[in-house]
Every structure is written in C-alpha cells, then in structure tokens.
C-alpha cells in the first residue's frame, strides 16, 4: 500500500480528494421502496452481516429504513438488494428492558416488536457506517453491532430504569420462516447458547444447514450468570428448561432462548445503565466450528477495536479509488463512494465454511446472481480489486470440480434458480483476459479455468434451471427453440438464453484466443455470432416509425414464432411480467424483446447493420429511451445508454447516461431506481459516474467524462495508479442535458489516443494519465482513425483479446 499512500499525496497536492471516504459513505441509500440494500454492519465481502430485520414489506435485507415499521430483532447475516423471496435473516437477538416476569415476556416476532425512537426529523433514530450499525428503540434500549468475518458483536445498552435486562435469541424465524430440524441448549453458568436448524433456500428447491454459538458478557462490569433462563415456544418461555427438546413442538413453532441478567451493580443510583455484549460465531458447518470462529475473531469482545478495524479495512478498500471534488456536489461525491461500498457487501466470502466438501480453495457464496452482476460488477473489480476477484473465480472453478458446472445463482451454499444463461461464463472470461499474465501467481489455473468454460458450453447438466445450459440443442440448432420440452429443465426464457448463450461462448473464445486454441476460438466465435438466428427482420413495433426487425422466437423447424415487442414493458398491452415462471413461454426474462433485441455486446456493429444502419440505430435508441421501454431498474437494459458510441455519436451516449443518474438515482433512502442486485446496480451507477461502461471479457472501457475534475483508480496487483483528467470540467448540469461534459479528444501520457471512445485494458495496466478534453458541442465523434470506433467482432475487433 505504499505506492497508494505516494499516488494519494501526489493527488492531494494538486486536487481537494477524500482522504477517509469510508467516513462519507451513506449506508442508508435504497433501504426502503424495494431497494433492498442491507445497511448494518460487515467486512468487505464478509459472511456475517449483522443488521435490524422490521416487519417490512420488502424484507429481503431485513431492513427498512421507514421509521413506523416495527423492529423485529438484529439477525446475523443477510443479503443485500436481492429480489426473490426473503434470504438469510438467521438467528435474531432482541433485548427487553422489561416484562412483568420472566413467563409473561413476548418471546414470539411479532409480540416484541417494536417502534425505534423518530427523530425531530421525521426519520427512525437509527445511524450506520462501514462495519457499524446503531439505533434507539423506543424502550430505551440503544442497540449497537459491529462484525468480523464470520462473528457479530452486539453491544445492547438498557436504560438505569431497567431491573431486569433480558434478552431473546431467536433460533427459528429466518426471513422466510422455513426452519426445520432445531437443536439449541442454554448453559445455565454462563447463558451461552449454541443451536442450529435447517432452512428454506430463498431462489431455489434447495435447504442449507447453518449453526451459532452466543456468549454474553458485561461491559465494565461482571455480568455473571443469568438469573433466569430458559427455552420457550412461541409467546411461552419456559423458565428452567435448557434444551428446546425439553419442548413440545412441530414443523413452523417458533423456538429459541430467553435469558435475564443482573444489571450493572451501579445502575442502582438510578443514573448508571446497564451494557451487555453478545458475541456470536456462525458457522455452516458446525455448532462447535460456530464457537470456535466466535473465541478466535473476537477473543477479548472488544467492540470498538472491532468497529475500527472494520472501519478500517474499509476505507482502505475505498481509497484505491480517487477523486478531484472541487466543484462537485457533495450528494455525488457520496453518491460515488456508497455505490462503490455496496459492491462489495456480496459475493460473501465463505472460505472454510463449505459444509458440501472439503478443499483448500477460497469459497465465495450469496452469488444471487451472476446474471445481475456479471455486467458491470466484476469488471469493477478488475480496476481496484483483482486479489479478491481471482479468489472469487478459484471459488467458482471449485464448484465446478465439484458439481460438473459454475455456478450461477446461489445462497447460503444452496443452488438457486438461474435467471439468464451460464452467467459466470464473462465472469471468468473477464478475469482471464485482465489477468492472465498474473493467474498463476493469484493461483488461478489457467488449465482449470477453461476446463470449466468448457463444461458449461458443452455439457447438458441434469438440470439446467440450476447450472449450466441446455447445451444439447444450442449445439445443433444455433438456438434455444421454443418447443422443445426436455425433462431437464424450464422452457422458458428461449430467446434470452440464446443471447446470452451467444455473449457467453464469445467470451469463451476470448479465453481460447490466450491460451492458442485457434479450432476453439473458430468454434466459438461462430456460436457468438448465433444471435443471428434469432433476429426476425419483418417484425415491427407499433407506435415505433422505422424500427423494424427484432429478436423473436423461433421453432425448431425454423419456424419464427411472435412475441408482441412491446410484451413485458410499461407499454405491454397485457401488462405482462416476465419473472421467473414456468408458464412464461413467450422467450424472455425481465426485459420486452425492444430491449433484448440492442444485447449482442459483442458485435454491436453487425446489430447495427440489422436494424438499417447508423441513423435508423439511433433513432431506435431514441425510441427505446424516449417511449419507456429502457428499464433503469433491470440489467439488460443497463448498456443502452452508451450505445449510441457505436454509431460514432459518443455525445449522445454522455448525455443519455446523466439523464439516468439525474431521474434516477439518489442519496435517499428511496434513492435507487429498483432493488440493487447484490451491487449491480451499485456498480451499474458507478461506472456512469465515473464516466465509464464496460465490456466483460474485453480489454476496452467506454468512456465518457466523469463526474469530477479527475478519478484515480489504484491497482494493487499491479502497483500502479491511472488517473482520469477532465481538462475544461465546469461542473454537471443537475438534470444530465448539456453542459461542459462531451469528449472532444483524449490523450494518454500527453499523446493523441486512437479513440475519443473508449480506452484499452493497458491504460489501466501500465498506470497512465488520460486526459480528456471536453467540450459543450453535443456532436463530437470517437475520432478519425481506422479504431475510433469501439471494437466488434464482425468488423475484426476482437481478432486479439
């Protein structure tokens, strides 16, 4: 980290920069309306996420940041800004400052729950900062929470008014209430707790096991044992009772431990509180590997050294990224860096707690899912992050070592639901073209990487909603057709697949390029140009004046069949869904055929020549945005915006972003356009903000201006840091439409640059100054030379990597 602390004085001489962004990160961004994002407290990438579960209506990170929805308890792990039904939320804590005795306490979830205290604001009194959460409920109790990798630490702080502190543990109400299989004893001597059950997957047929381990003690004083204790079922706590098989219970009771403790001795003076820590391990593999990894990350239950040290490793984490924010709003400047903070809430770092086999390999899981993040994620990473990138691909390789696929969509190590196709495909190729130079040293293997690849293009696994493809047809046809049925999967989503198909298998032959496969790069290159097949060019769109053709389905005897272009968008007559459901035939997932008809990333410019050429492409761009059918909230969507870089209007591309992140996306709690996808949409935002989009698998970014006078980005794998100048910044008009922010020309190392457009993966690599010239002429171009414009492999752009 020593050339990040030069790179940052030598920017801190000459620009305002963050030097703690990590302190300005708002956690609280999309916390409520759907936006789903866990704002309690975590590692980077850790498993446990220590957070408030409410009785919220969106539930899904447990939170919910309006302030008359009642506080349920503060549960050990989450996910953040999934869909789907509601993961994780295991093993709640819930304080009581007091009951009339012991058996009348309210045990059960919605007999405790509670109102937190409102501000004069208007707003619940609860605070957060990277590995810190905080709020005051409403009996007086101030709650607050802090983690290590896999152990939360609760610090609880009842009122002087409190005779009898006590606490809930609860063992049974996941997010879902799926729980099945509890075991749980209370140690009378000391109140520890260590219990377990089984739970419902939340995407997915699947169930997982996962386990806990609680001890408490007092901070600053002697806690000693509980003075009550027991089990209870329900609303009945049972005092005495030291094991739930002391119980009377069946499927869906609700079960767990209840403990009173002595307050502190001084609180006697009506003035002194009372504040008792919980320290609790997790564990998907054992209680005693839960009691273990609890004693060894927080040995002394010390909360603040644990605070900061999260802190900590945060900000540093943070700070490879910098920016220049004279003249910057403060909203953006914070705007920038919690999008980039809920980047790395998930993938969840689950390394020695696979419970499925034993290895020595990084295991990362909560990939819910690659379809989400596969876009603009891992690319992210590739800038600022490749150590924990390429630990996150060897999890993905393992799994396939070990299950015959990659992974695509999964929690709590239970296989979920595929959305798209095998999406950890551009995952990999990703990696590989950034990094293949430094695989062996980031111990990735380059043989075992491809060997994967190729599992998930040519194996039909026995399920191909859950892994894999159905690879058998997409081999002989070029298509995924919409009448076949197989006894291995869905018939759904026909024409999405064969799209992604087509995107995966050309980042396959980006691999196979590397390593010198050249039969394998003709093979898959062809596969990657099988959009083609289906591309209906007759098909119109009503209302739409010049767009004609579109992707369609089609039958397996070559047949098109016909989907409505406007089917699964705001303007769908039907007012259609298309969400996972096997009933959906129609060929498409979460996007209208208008939108999946602009997917083909890798030859943009034969999709060009599709739809009539570069004017009759941009005024279907236009159509796309101006009439609604671009979907801000779902990710094949997320490219359209700076695709007008194809047809050599890189102005429009500027323009058509910042109108996003101006209707869109905020520092409110109901500051995202959708849910955030496990940092999808968060690192979706960022690259906007950046001025950036990139292209999985390739070594070119799209560029734009960015939001500031300049942004640095700090890699440490290579040591290096490029800094991206803004020369003639004047500022970012609030509603995204003109202003001083189009790229007029573009040097690297004070020489021309071949495109005003985008910029190579060695300007990253080898640590570059680039320097853009803007201007307020909307009608710039990506230059003059024979490779201004964005590369495509019909055109022989990616004839290298």
């Known amino acids: 980290m020593l050339f990040l602390g030069f790179a940052l004085s030598i920017l801190a001489a000459h620009a305002a920069v963050v030097p703690n962004p990590a302190s300005i990160v708002n956690l609280f961004i999309g916390t409520t309306d759907g936006g789903n994002v866990f704002p309690g407290a975590t590692l980077p990438h850790g498993l446990v996420k220590v957070g408030m579960d409410t009785e919220s209506s969106h539930p899904q990170a447990g939170y919910d940041s309006n302030p008359f929805i009642p506080v349920t308890g503060f549960s050990q792990m989450h996910d953040s800004g999934t869909g789907g039904g509601v993961p994780l939320s295991n093993f709640k804590i819930f304080p009581l400052e007091s009951c009339s005795s012991f058996e009348e306490c309210p045990t059960d979830i919605f007999s405790r729950a509670t109102q937190r205290k409102i501000r004069a604001d208007g707003t619940a009194d609860d605070s957060a900062s990277p590995g810190y959460f905080a709020s005051n409920l409403s009996t007086g109790i101030r709650v607050e929470l802090t983690a290590t990798r896999r152990a939360a630490l609760h610090r609880y702080t009842f009122p002087a008014s409190s005779k009898h502190p006590r606490l809930v543990v609860d063992l049974t109400n996941d997010g879902g209430t799926s729980s099945t299989n509890p075991t749980m004893t209370i140690d009378p001597a000391s109140g520890r707790i260590i219990g377990g059950a089984e739970f419902a997957a939340s995407f997915g047929p699947g169930r997982y096991s996962v386990f806990t381990c609680m001890d408490f003690k007092g901070d600053g004083y002697t806690l000693g044992s509980p003075t009550e204790f027991g089990a209870y079922l329900g609303s009945s706590p049972i005092k005495n009772t030291t094991n739930i098989n002391q119980l009377y219970f069946g499927f869906g009771s609700e079960l767990g431990g209840l403990l009173t403790f002595a307050p502190n001795p001084k609180s006697s003076n009506g003035k002194t509180t009372s504040t008792i820590l919980a320290r609790v391990g997790v564990s998907f593999i054992s209680p005693t590997q839960a009691c273990q990894n609890a004693a060894s990350e927080l040995p002394d239950f010390d909360f603040e050294k644990t605070r900061q040290t999260s802190f900590n490793e945060w900000n540093e984490l943070l700070s490879r990224i910098q920016v220049d ?461 024979p490779n201004a414009l964005p590369p495509s492999l019909s055109t022989g752009g990616y004839s290298k990597p």
Not at 370 to 384: G, I, Q
Not at 478 to 490: A, K, L, N, Q, R
């Open 325 to 785: 924010t004279t003249g910057v709003d403060q909203n953006t400047i914070v705007l920038l860096y919690s999008s980039l903070y809920r980047t790395h809430i998930s993938p969840a770092d689950y390394t020695g707690e696979n419970p499925k086999w034993t290895s020595t390999e990084p295991y990362y899981d909560s990939l819910y899912c690659n379809w989400d993040t596969y876009r603009t994620l891992y690319p992210l990473y590739s800038l600022h992050d490749p150590v924990t990138f390429s630990r996150i691909v060897r999890g993905m390789i393992n799994i396939q070592q070990h299950e015959g696929w990659l992974p695509e969509c999964r929690g709590a190590t239970a296989q979920n639901f595929i959305q798209g196709g095998s999406n950890a495909d551009p995952i990999l190729g990703e990696f590989f073209v950034k990094f293949n130079e430094h695989a062996a040293a980031l111990n990735v293997s380059a043989t075992d990487l491809y060997t994967a690849l190729l599992a998930d293009a040519e194996v039909q696994p026995p399920n191909w909603d859950l892994q894999g493809r159905q690879a058998n047809v997409w081999k002989s046809l070029g298509y995924i057709p919409s009448d076949v049925w197989e006894p291995s999967g869905t018939n759904t989503k026909q024409v999405s697949r064969t799209l992604e198909h087509a995107f995966g298998d050309f980042t396959i032959s980006q691999v196979a390029q590397i390593l010198g496969k050249a039969d394998d790069v003709v093979k898959y290159q062809k596969r990657a140009s099988n959009f083609n097949n289906v591309w209906n060019p007759s098909v119109t769109v009503p209302g739409g004046p010049g767009v004609k053709g579109m992707m369609q389905p089609r039958l397996a005897n070559g047949q098109f069949g016909f989907t409505d272009p406007r089917h699964c968008s705001i303007n769908d007559p039907t007012s259609s869904t298309c969400f996972l459901d096997a009933h959906n035939t129609d060929g498409f997932y979460e996007a209208s055929p208008l939108v999946y008809s602009q997917y083909v990333p890798q030859d943009t410019a034969k999709l060009i020549a599709l739809q009539g050429g570069n004017q009759s492409f941009v005024s279907r761009l236009d159509f796309i945005i101006d009439q609604g059918y671009f979907d801000v909230s779902d990710e094949p969507s997320q490219q359209i915006p700076y695709m007008y870089h194809y047809a050599n209007k890189p102005g429009l591309s500027t323009q058509r972003s910042r109108q996003v992140i101006a209707e869109h996306f905020d520092v409110t709690p109901d500051g995202l356009p959708g849910n955030d996808d496990s940092g999808a949409m968060a690192s979706y935002a960022f690259f906007y903000l950046a001025g950036m989009y990139p292209l999985p698998a390739t070594k070119q970014y799209l560029l734009s201006s960015p939001y500031f006078p300049q942004i640095s980005f700090f890699n440490p794998l290579f040591n290096s840091t490029t800094t991206i100048k803004a020369n003639g910044f004047k500022g970012n008009p609030k509603n995204g439409t003109g202003g001083t922010v189009f790229v007029q020309s573009v040097k690297v190392n004070g020489q021309p640059y071949k495109s005003n457009c985008y910029l190579d993966w060695d300007v990253f690599k080898n640590g570059s100054l680039v320097e853009l010239q803007l201007t307020n002429n909307i009608n710039v171009t990506c230059g003059t030379g």
